[in-house]
């Protein structure tokens, strides 16, 4: 069901340089300058468009036109449904991309965690291992 939320989401949430990765050679021509998308605005065809990351809302510096997800996929051919079915799977396909990404960012918590909690460990196995020299002096190292 298309609703006011689901629009407004697709609009906001999906960047827009997911869905010219998306759109791949149906994507009017695009690149990144000086960390900023700028792509080929679909109605005046000048490299004058560029997406606000603030707003997730591309404007054309040209002919003023402003675009955001939906009007792009329009301007691609698509039908207003086909459009928001499509983009609703590439949000769900971007969002399952950042959570796997923040996961592999974020290893530092539990090696913290697991490094606090091994503390008593590391003291019993001092005592364990104390007359063996070298090997306490590895084992206090790690820990
Ligand atoms: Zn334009």
Redesign the pocket.
């Known amino acids: 069901m298309v609703t006011r939320d689901l629009l407004r989401s697709l609009r906001n949430d999906l960047p827009m340089p997911f869905t010219f990765r998306q759109l791949g050679k149906k994507a009017p021509h695009s690149k990144f300058v000086e960390g900023r998308f700028r792509f080929q605005?679909?109605?005046?065809?000048?490299i004058?468009?560029a997406v606000n990351p603030r707003n997730n809302l591309g404007h054309?510096?040209?002919?003023?036109?402003n675009i955001n997800n939906i009007d792009l996929m329009l301007q691609c051919g698509y039908g207003f449904v086909d459009a928001v079915v499509l983009l609703e799977q590439w949000l769900r396909a971007y969002n399952s991309e950042t959570a796997s990404r923040k996961t592999t960012l974020h290893p530092a918590k539990p090696v913290e965690k697991a490094g606090q909690g091994a503390e008593p460990i590391g003291s019993i196995l001092r005592q364990e291992f104390e007359n063996h020299g070298p090997q306490a002096d590895e084992l206090t190292g790690t820990l």
Do not use: I, V, W, Y
Not at 41 to 46: D, L
């Open positions: 605005c679909p109605n005046c065809k000048e004058l468009a054309c510096f040209h002919c003023k036109m």
